[in-house]
């Protein structure tokens, strides 16, 4: 139970003495956590009847309940229950997020497994069939992204986001076949056990995900991201910059790889793209 979100819905039934209750929480979640209930009622200037009173509105039967799932609430980290202590300027913004982009390709440089990434990419090229594979908002655009690069060098390539086309997709995989799954987390279980049915047809498997995760240890071939998370919970996340980049890295490597044919398919994408739209090919190859 959420009790921080049950209080906020409760807030407009609350009495006042309720509401200096409430007040005092969420201005100082860490004293709530650990006060008995006689400190905490002294504090609001209530009566701890009134405390046990506030309690049971929110579900629970007790005050020790009421911290307990207070604390659990809470485990998430206390940044997400504070304001920025200053507004940025646009500027700021700009300097800022275009830096941490910046950093984390230049972290993905740094821990590059060459190695790694040139056994994937050779993978890829002898795949009769790529199956991509991506859940929630970074992943599954991360997954489209790897057909998006692979479908245009003339490789079979097919994306899902959906756990069970997943699993069927991966059953249903053969041995000359290649999955490639991307989890910022490395903990998504659903793509976990589309790795181990995978695994146990013998199909080999790519991870862009972070090392030494639950998702990394079922893969054939993991190449690591991990990447830590700044503080400010506003600014998105700056590792989908390298997970777009090493999809960029390993579709290059495969063009590379089976360049004359995929200039051809190439080739026949533009042509369709420049008398259609362009006129000239100095423009993208897509949009």
Not at 98 to 104: D, E, F, G, S, V
Not at 186 to 193: A, C, H, P, Q, T
Not at 250 to 255: D, E, R
Request: aromatic share 4%.
């Amino acid at each position: 139970m959420d009790i921080l979100a049950a209080l906020q819905e409760e807030e407009r039934a609350l009495s006042r003495s309720e509401k200096r209750i409430s007040a005092l929480i969420f201005s100082d979640i860490e004293f709530a956590v650990n006060a008995s209930i006689t400190d905490l009622a002294e504090k609001a200037e209530v009566s701890p009847p009134t405390v046990t009173r506030f309690c049971r509105r929110l579900g629970c039967q007790s005050y020790s309940e009421f911290k307990i799932r207070l604390a659990q609430t809470t485990y998430v980290g206390s940044r997400y229950l504070q304001a920025a202590a200053n507004i940025p300027v646009v500027e700021d913004v700009v300097n800022d997020i275009i830096t941490r982009a910046q950093k984390a390709l230049h972290a993905l440089h740094e821990t590059t497994d060459i190695n790694q990434l040139e056994s994937a990419a050779k993978k890829i090229c002898k795949a009769n069939m790529v199956y991509a594979f991506g859940s929630g908002g970074n992943s599954s655009q991360v997954a489209n992204e790897i057909q998006n690069r692979l479908f245009r060098l003339g490789i079979r390539v097919n994306a899902s986001t959906d756990h069970i086309m997943q699993l069927m997709m991966a059953a249903a995989a053969k041995q000359d076949d290649v999955i490639i799954v991307s989890s910022i987390s490395g903990r998504n279980s659903e793509l976990i056990r589309a790795l181990e049915v995978a695994r146990d047809y013998k199909v080999f498997s790519i991870a862009l995900t972070r090392a030494n995760s639950p998702l990394a240890d079922v893969a054939s071939v993991t190449l690591p991201i991990d990447l830590p998370e700044g503080v400010n919970i506003l600014k998105p996340t700056a590792v989908r910059y390298t997970f777009l980049a090493l999809v960029d890295i390993i579709a290059t490597l495969v063009a590379i790889h089976i360049q004359s044919d995929a200039t051809e398919t190439l080739r026949r994408i533009k042509h369709q793209v420049v008398a259609d739209r362009d006129g000239d090919d100095r423009g993208a190859l897509g949009d």
